[in-house]
Structure formats: C-alpha cells, structure tokens
C-alpha cells in the first residue's frame, strides 16, 4: 500500500487526547503493539490518527483496514 493520506477534514473530527491519555496510549501501543486496525478509505485514514501517529513515530507495525464508501460523507 502507497503512504496514507492524513485528510485534515477527517483528522480534525476526533476530539484531542489529553497528555496523560496520549502517553498511556503511546505505552500500550509500545508494550503490547497497535492491537486496533486503522481504517482506510481511497488510502485516506479514517480511524486510527493518534495510533497512526504514535506508530510511525517508534516505528511499530501496524494493519489496516479498508472500507468502501460512496463519498466523503459517509465515510
């Protein structure tokens, strides 16, 4: 798969983690690997920002998902 687009129109619906929740997420994700798969739509990230994010930056594999939509809408 190509590199994921992160589209800020979807990125910026999710509502911002707090440092402790963003550093307890980054500990699990490190402990126990990315258990979520992200979703993606046309190669767009849909679900899994902060994930996405935490694995690229420790370089931590992770799966994806890809969903089918009509249109940016339902996605």
Known sequence: MNELIIDSEFKDLLPPLSEEQKENLEK???????INSLT???????DGHHRHEICTRNNIQFDIVEMEFKD???A
């Open 40 to 46: 993606v739509w046309k190669n767009i990230l849909i």
């Open 28 to 34: 699990d994700i490190i402990k126990n690997g990315c």
């Open 72 to 74: 940016r809408l339902e």
